[in-house]
């Protein structure tokens, strides 16, 4: 039988017609399923258990915007996309203008061995086109090795921009910030809307198609997008756009976020801080945001700056805007210690959960919990004094756990295993919402976000990670791996973190590494410095002072920290980022009206182009500027693949290199190979 889920008004509900269109539920023998129209071409599709598997009485949770807000959702159509129950256990999804099948989903279901009540699931996508490449699937996999900081150092490895081939898991950690949201370039979008854990297997290239587990659910819930009538895969734009319509649009970055943001662990005071700012105001720098790292609280859960140490921070952020017109960011952990002041009040408010870090973590998935953070503590000792952008570290379960984030987050929204992964979009959310409500742009830094927690404001990065060019070289793509996830602005530290490994500041290595670095981050959506660099400056403190908070200063990460000939080339591209803005402004336009990916492969631009696939150390910047970083020490010049359909001129010599050709480019230490297309 057919059940109506959406009556259409002014007209007899006729069953054909409803399942034409989408708007039906289907009880069959393996369980109830339900399509619903979802935005452009798109549709969600619900599949409750059999009646032999009751799952608990539990909403579906997951990334997907109220359709009644947007205003493509609200269609009683799925356009292009034809969803029907093909078989038991089956659903087609296909194009409906020239029925080409993108894929066969076929579902099961079983008792959950990871939460009681709850069911686990399988579902198999069978490719439509056994040559579709997939993008997407969120960023990590590269540290492969020690969990965090330390020995032994991490094993980096490239993670290839086409998902083929991969297993991914689903449950976030540290260098492991899965998004369930995939592209293939035979022309559609998919979303497991599904925030637990789990696998997503790619099909080899020449197979194809994607199979995913979920260890705990309450039925199998996911999203999937055609491209419109007309439009020929591979075209992806469309997709994007739809998917940012689904599940909620980024807004804008500011504009002091475009610039330069100076940080390092860690300015313990604010006189130390204002001493740097100082610095960056002689050399009149264009530097947009500095950044006051972790353990500037007595204990974490403070939710207030140790006033030894910080005495006025609107005085310190006045200062900064007016010594470099730049945007103060203070650091926050999600963990409260049983030694801060906060600790009872949160605790008898129920918004303290499981063990996290050193302390207990943070629930903030019930509007209560949020509500009273940001206006009793949030509100008061920042916002109102200037400081309207965070830094939220840790948000990627690491301390859950060992230091490996295993555990996860157990919320009101149910286990971890069922839902962990929404825990850091609602704890992102919580700094972001108020500041929105304001009038202000909302701007956090996060080293988490689950799918849809692009609607935050959220600049992701990529963690506690070495200086090395091993590393490097695995970051390039990782910034790529984000945007093509629907995460459009990243950054990684520039120089690297220093976990594992950091060379002294005045050696060759980190010289010649903080400026390869420094021109890749030029070249990224954010261009942000970080990093624990090699041995201490405490800015005149002693290791015993108050404000060390048994976390003494790393060494130096300025400018002026890697010797005068370094810091020169180092002072041109802080520079020509501001040369930048206009075209950075654009991208973040495009970005958020349109769910544009910032970071592209070369084959997002050139499509029909074979040879612009499989490229890992190239990427296209926006549509225009061709981005390739010099990752290898010691490297003079550059392999360069020029994609056919277009001219392509050097962003230095203005030379002219015709497309479809392959080159070895000069690369100095001065230059990073930039080419505008013509």
């Not at 099948?101 to 069911?119: D, H, I, Q, R």
């Not at 742009?441 to 404001?457: D, E, F, K, S």
């Not at 490994?501 to 590494?513: G, H, R, T």
């Amino acid at each position: 039988s057919f059940i109506l889920v959406q009556p259409l008004t002014g007209r007899r509900a006729d069953c054909t017609m409803l399942a034409a269109i989408g708007l039906i539920t289907a009880a069959l023998g393996a369980g109830t399923v339900k399509i619903t129209p979802w935005c452009d071409n798109s549709a969600r599709v619900q599949i409750a258990p059999p009646a032999t598997l009751p799952p608990p009485k539990i909403n579906n949770v997951g990334a997907l915007v109220n359709r009644a807000l947007v205003d493509t959702c609200k269609s009683t159509s799925t356009g292009n996309l034809k969803v029907v129950q093909s078989g038991d256990s089956e659903i087609t999804a296909s194009r409906a203008d020239t029925g080409a099948v993108l894929f066969t989903a076929k579902y099961e279901f079983a008792a959950s061995n990871a939460a009681s009540g709850f069911v686990a699931a399988n579902l198999t996508l069978t490719a439509g086109d056994a040559n579709e490449k997939i993008y997407g699937l969120g960023q990590g996999e590269w540290n492969q090795g020690s969990s965090g900081c330390g020995t032994p150092r991490n094993t980096q490895v490239v993670i290839p921009l086409i998902r083929n081939g991969q297993t991914i898991g689903l449950h976030q950690r540290k260098f492991h910030v899965t998004i369930p949201f995939f592209y293939s370039t035979a022309g559609y979008g998919f979303l497991a809307n599904m925030p637990g854990s789990g696998t997503v297997s790619v099909g080899a290239e020449g197979t194809g198609g994607v199979a995913w587990t979920f260890d705990a659910d309450v039925g199998i819930d996911f999203w999937v997008s055609a491209l419109p009538s007309g439009v020929v895969a591979p075209s992806a734009a469309p997709i994007y756009s739809q998917y940012a319509d689904a599940t909620g649009h980024a807004p804008m970055l500011r504009d002091d976020a475009m610039l330069f943001w100076q940080s390092r662990n860690r300015y313990m005071t604010s006189k130390i801080a204002l001493e740097v700012a100082e610095g960056y105001a002689k050399l009149d720098l264009p530097v947009g945001v500095l950044v006051i790292d972790y353990k500037n609280q007595v204990n974490d859960g403070d939710f207030q700056p140790d006033p030894q140490c910080y005495p006025d921070i609107k005085a310190l952020s006045d200062e900064v805007r007016t010594l470099i017109n730049a945007t103060t960011v203070f650091s926050f952990w999600p963990e409260v210690k049983q030694a801060a002041t906060e600790f009872p009040v949160l605790q008898k408010e129920g918004c303290l959960i499981n063990a996290d870090l050193g302390g207990l973590a943070i629930d903030p998935t019930t509007s209560k919990c949020r509500d009273f953070i940001w206006s009793q503590f949030l509100k008061p000792r920042y916002f109102d004094k200037g400081i309207t952008a965070y830094w939220l570290d840790e948000t990627d379960g690491e301390g859950t756990a060992g230091g490996d984030g295993d555990l996860g987050y157990e919320t009101t929204y149910g286990p971890a295993a069922f839902a962990s992964n929404l825990w850091v979009n609602d704890w992102l959310r919580m700094f972001t919402e108020p500041v929105a409500a304001e009038g202000l742009i909302p701007m956090v830094l996060t080293r988490g976000v689950w799918a849809g927690g692009q609607r935050n404001g959220v600049v992701l990065w990529s963690s506690d990670i070495e200086s090395t060019f091993e590393e490097l070289t695995a970051q390039v793509p990782q910034g790529v791996h984000a945007s093509m996830s629907g995460i459009p602005f990243w950054t990684s530290d520039v120089g690297g973190y220093g976990c594992g490994f950091s060379a002294p500041q005045n050696s060759s290595y980190m010289q010649e590494l903080i400026v390869r670095w420094y021109q890749f981050g030029t070249f990224c959506p954010v261009f942000r410095t970080h990093g624990c660099r090699y041995g201490h400056d405490g800015g005149g403190l002693q290791p015993n002072d108050p404000c060390v908070h048994h976390t003494y200063s790393c060494g130096a990460n300025e400018v002026w920290s890697y010797g005068p000939d370094t810091q020169k080339l180092l002072e041109k591209y802080i520079r020509l980022r501001q040369t930048l803005k206009p075209y950075i402004t654009e991208l973040t336009a495009n970005a958020s009206a349109a769910g544009t990916p910032t970071m592209r492969p070369l084959s997002f631009e050139f499509p029909n182009d074979p040879k612009a696939y499989g490229h890992n150390d190239l990427y296209m910047l926006g549509s225009e500027l061709l981005v390739a970083p010099v990752t290898t020490q010691n490297a003079t010049s550059k392999v360069v693949y020029f994609p056919a359909g277009a001219s392509w001129e050097n962003f230095d010599t203005h030379e002219v290199v015709q497309g479809g050709s392959t080159m070895t480019v000069p690369a100095p230490l001065d230059t990073i190979p930039v080419y505008r297309r013509k």
